[in-house]
């Protein structure tokens, strides 16, 4: 059983960073994915396991040059820093990851992850 738990949002004003960080066990596929008030769940950015320690990171075009994804591996985290962040931003972001040992597939759709944490706010002021 793959248990995801988020932590760092908060409120910001615009132009601010905040780093958001999710403790879980491995898997394939790690994602962040992010819902606004009456929006869609769109995806935000991955990691996708290529073996042994390496992972390839994966991003939306619109947090490109913003946003970077990582992985800590030693301690199992994946982490999202947001910079210059944006009213447009401000949404519930989640953490999602797929079964264990699943790395392939498209990872912006959301079908390919089964475990899903309970979701951080990050409010950007302007």
């Known amino acids: 059983q793959v248990q995801l738990v988020e932590s760092g949002g908060g409120l910001v004003q615009a132009g601010g960073s905040l780093r958001l960080s999710c403790a879980a066990t491995?898997?394939?596929?790690e994602a962040w994915f992010r819902q606004a008030p009456g929006k869609e769940r769109d995806f935000v950015a991955s990691?996708?396991?290529?073996?042994?320690?390496?992972?390839?990171?994966d991003y939306a075009d619109f947090v490109k040059g913003r946003f970077t994804v990582s992985r800590d591996n030693a301690n199992n985290t994946l982490y999202l820093q947001m910079n210059n962040l944006t009213p447009g931003d401000t949404a519930v972001y989640y953490c999602?990851?797929?079964?264990?040992?699943?790395?392939?597939?498209?990872?912006?759709?959301?079908?390919?992850?089964?475990?899903w944490g309970q979701g951080t706010q990050v409010t950007v002021s302007s």
């Open positions: 999602a990851a797929s079964r264990p040992g699943r790395n392939y597939g498209y990872v912006s759709d959301v079908d390919n992850y089964v475990y």
């Open positions: 491995p898997s394939g596929l």
């Open positions: 990691m996708r396991w290529i073996g042994g320690n390496v992972w390839s990171p």
